[in-house]
């Protein structure tokens, strides 16, 4: 077992606290939960669950329960303030407790759950008004209530502004027309995070408005999504005449590409994160060994640029949380992060059929080879989700660069 690192940055006595809160931890996690035995764990490479409706849930509301109980605990939101259920710790305090609760058999943390805590409750923090904090925050924190994405539109591409579904003002309360597509667990979330196009005559990125949606809701239809590699997490959302109150709007009218853009942002840093999603170095590794492979130079090459590009991603994953915790705004650093990931999670699913060969076109029952199908199918999902690797490149290009806007 691998010991937690203490960051060499931090001085004596923030060293001796980050120890004692890593031992708080792992005093925490022995009494809940059994320890993680990679030996026994079946291999698992599926990026999206590949559910049927119950199963997956009951795969939700596991954890659902979990984060609940760990913010409870004060292990689940600790960088937030008190006044959020958080204890206001440091970035530090969260990358070590993520280290060592690897070491245990945690419940499996859906994108749903992912998207209401890291995505949503962080935006209503930075734009919503006081009432939507108060009523939506701590609940999302807990994951009492989910909230998917109701962002991208078929016709659209990668083009956010390029949306069209209208929200149309009507004294007190909006209504909205439009179909959404491409949101993650709408089907099991209590709210959706809406954009829409409040003034077709202004320029389109200053026409749009941001508005939380009860999914519930009378003209609210979820239509799921049959994917690739089998399960159904992705939906259309159709939106039939519903009627919003303006208490539900999140920031001013016509200011819902900055809402847009700081849920992006936090999206890129989530997505850089997700570190379990498909197979990994240690399992090409695991792989190469199986399969006597590990002499080969070309394979050994193919591992360790694996590595270096997961060791970049998790450098790039903890100076992005110092900086968001230091006040920064969600920037190009999320957009480098998730292009490392989404990157790395092609270049592992490209070594493993390089490994396997034929090996890996059909279910003859051998262990650990067609399995690797469920990473090859997923990975190219993540190269779209949360703006393609296309977008990211020109935002790093254009923002963090300063080269030339793309014609368009």
Not at 9 to 21: H, I, N, S
Not at 166 to 191: I, P
Not at 321 to 344: D, M, R, Y
Request: charged share 25%; net charge negative.
């Amino acid at each position: 077992m691998t010991a937690t690192v203490i960051p060499a940055e931090t001085g004596q006595d923030g060293a001796e606290d980050l120890r004692a809160f890593e031992a708080a931890s792992r005093a925490w996690l022995d009494s809940r939960l059994p320890r993680r035995d990679a030996a026994e764990q079946a291999p698992k490479y599926s990026i999206f669950h590949n559910l049927g409706h119950e199963d997956e849930r009951a795969l939700i509301d596991g954890g659902r329960a979990w984060q609940a109980e760990r913010v409870d605990a004060g292990f689940g939101a600790m960088t937030w303030a008190p006044q959020w259920g958080g204890r206001g710790l440091t970035a530090s305090h969260e990358r070590i407790y993520a280290g060592v609760e690897r070491e245990y058999l945690t419940p499996e943390r859906h994108e749903n759950i992912l998207v209401t805590v890291e995505l949503v409750a962080p935006t209503l923090l930075e734009l919503g008004s006081d009432w939507q904090q108060e009523r939506f925050i701590r609940p999302f924190l807990r994951t009492d209530e989910l909230c998917c994405q109701l962002f991208s539109e078929p016709g659209a591409g990668s083009d956010l502004a390029g949306l069209s579904t209208r929200a149309v003002r009507d004294g007190e309360s909006w209504r909205v027309n439009g179909q959404k597509v491409w949101s993650s667990g709408a089907q099991f979330s209590e709210w959706g995070l809406l954009i829409a196009r409040s003034d077709p005559a202004a320029p389109k990125h200053k026409g749009m408005t941001a508005f939380m949606v009860p999914m519930d809701l009378e003209g609210v239809e979820v239509r799921p999504i049959r994917q690739m590699s089998g399960g159904s997490t992705f939906n259309e959302v159709f939106l039939t005449d519903v009627v919003l109150p303006d208490e539900f709007r999140v920031g001013e009218v016509g200011d819902g590409w900055r809402v847009a853009l700081t849920t992006l942002g936090f999206e890129r840093q989530s997505s850089a994160g997700i570190v379990d999603a498909g197979g990994n170095t240690a399992d090409l590794i695991r792989l190469a060994t199986s399969l006597g492979l590990t002499g080969a130079a070309e394979v050994r090459g193919r591992i360790a640029e694996s590595h270096l590009y997961e060791r970049a991603q998790a450098l790039l994953v903890a100076r992005y949380a110092e900086l968001e915790q230091a006040g920064a705004v969600p920037g190009v650093e999320g957009s480098i992060g998730k292009l490392v990931w989404t990157q790395n999670l092609k270049r592992v699913g490209d070594a493993a059929a390089s490994f396997l060969g034929h090996r890996i076109l059909a279910d003859t029952g051998e262990a650990d080879t067609f399995a690797w199908t469920q990473h090859l199918l997923g990975a190219p999902g993540y190269r779209i989700a949360g703006g393609s690797d296309e977008i990211q490149r020109n935002i790093i290009g254009e923002r963090g660069l300063g080269l030339p806007r793309e014609p368009r």
